[in-house]
């Protein structure tokens, strides 16, 4: 708390040497946990999502990526921003979903960075925040800058983009016709695309 008036007061001190009339602080711009510190946007969606009681500790400091983005991990999941994706807003992923992201290539993979944080989709029962679900089997989704990666205890974490994606959701997503994807999309000999679902076969013809 010391460290952090002493930095406000810092940057008062600077804007007032400068002529500044006004500077907006951002409110817990920065924040250290042990000997690792949460700053900028990864500190603003870590703080809107739970803080440390929903994410555990940070495991390190944010690193830079290949592009120009950050990361960061905590004990239950990690936080990506990139300038030039919604904003620069951060965003969270963890469990099930970052494993398939991870075996996807991560941001350099053919979904890109994350541009939701996980959602919680619920078929019935009830929910207690930050502990979970009850009466019914949920899955969870996240989105990407190019396409979604969802997830059931039942069917695992798949990924859906591109044209499968597109016919997917014009029947309804998860609640339609063809429910949860239970694979990943393969190639076809015509050079199509196909991904098997609960229900049924999307194919997406070349």
């Given at each position: 708390?010391r460290?952090?008036?002493?930095?406000?007061?810092?940057?008062?001190?600077?804007?007032?040497a400068?002529?500044?009339?006004?500077?907006?602080?951002?409110?817990?711009?920065?924040?250290?946990?042990?000997?690792?510190?949460?700053?900028?946007?990864?500190?603003?969606?870590?703080?809107?999502?739970?803080?440390?009681?929903?994410?555990?500790?940070?495991?390190?400091?944010?690193?830079?990526?290949?592009?120009?983005?950050?990361?960061?991990?905590?004990?239950?999941g990690?936080?990506?921003?990139?300038?030039?994706?919604?904003?620069?807003?951060?965003?969270?992923?963890?469990?099930?979903?970052?494993?398939?992201?991870?075996?996807?290539g991560?941001?350099?993979?053919?979904?890109?960075y994350?541009?939701?944080?996980?959602?919680?989709?619920?078929?019935?029962?009830?929910?207690?925040?930050?502990?979970?679900?009850?009466g019914?089997?949920?899955?969870?989704?996240?989105?990407?800058?190019?396409?979604?990666?969802?997830?059931?205890?039942?069917?695992?974490?798949?990924?859906?983009?591109?044209?499968?994606?597109?016919?997917?959701?014009?029947?309804g997503?998860?609640?339609?016709?063809?429910?949860?994807?239970?694979?990943?999309?393969?190639?076809?000999?015509?050079?199509?695309?196909?991904?098997?679902?609960?229900?049924?076969?999307?194919?997406?013809?070349?």
């Amino acid at each position: 708390m010391r460290d952090t008036v002493i930095r406000v007061l810092a940057v008062l001190s600077i804007a007032a040497a400068s002529g500044i009339a006004a500077l907006a602080i951002p409110a817990g711009a920065e924040t250290s946990v042990g000997p690792f510190t949460i700053a900028g946007p990864i500190e603003q969606t870590f703080r809107e999502t739970g803080g440390q009681r929903a994410w555990g500790a940070p495991l390190d400091d944010a690193r830079g990526t290949a592009d120009g983005g950050q990361f960061q991990r905590f004990e239950r999941g990690v936080f990506y921003t990139e300038p030039n994706v919604n904003g620069g807003k951060a965003y969270a992923v963890n469990g099930p979903i970052l494993a398939k992201w991870g075996e996807l290539g991560w941001e350099r993979g053919a979904l890109g960075y994350p541009t939701s944080n996980v959602y919680h989709l619920s078929t019935g029962g009830f929910a207690i925040p930050l502990i979970g679900y009850f009466g019914d089997t949920p899955g969870r989704w996240s989105k990407f800058q190019h396409g979604v990666i969802y997830w059931t205890e039942a069917t695992g974490a798949h990924p859906v983009s591109g044209a499968v994606y597109d016919i997917w959701s014009k029947t309804g997503y998860e609640s339609g016709a063809y429910g949860y994807p239970v694979d990943d999309e393969y190639q076809l000999a015509d050079g199509g695309v196909a991904q098997h679902f609960q229900r049924g076969i999307i194919t997406a013809e070349p």
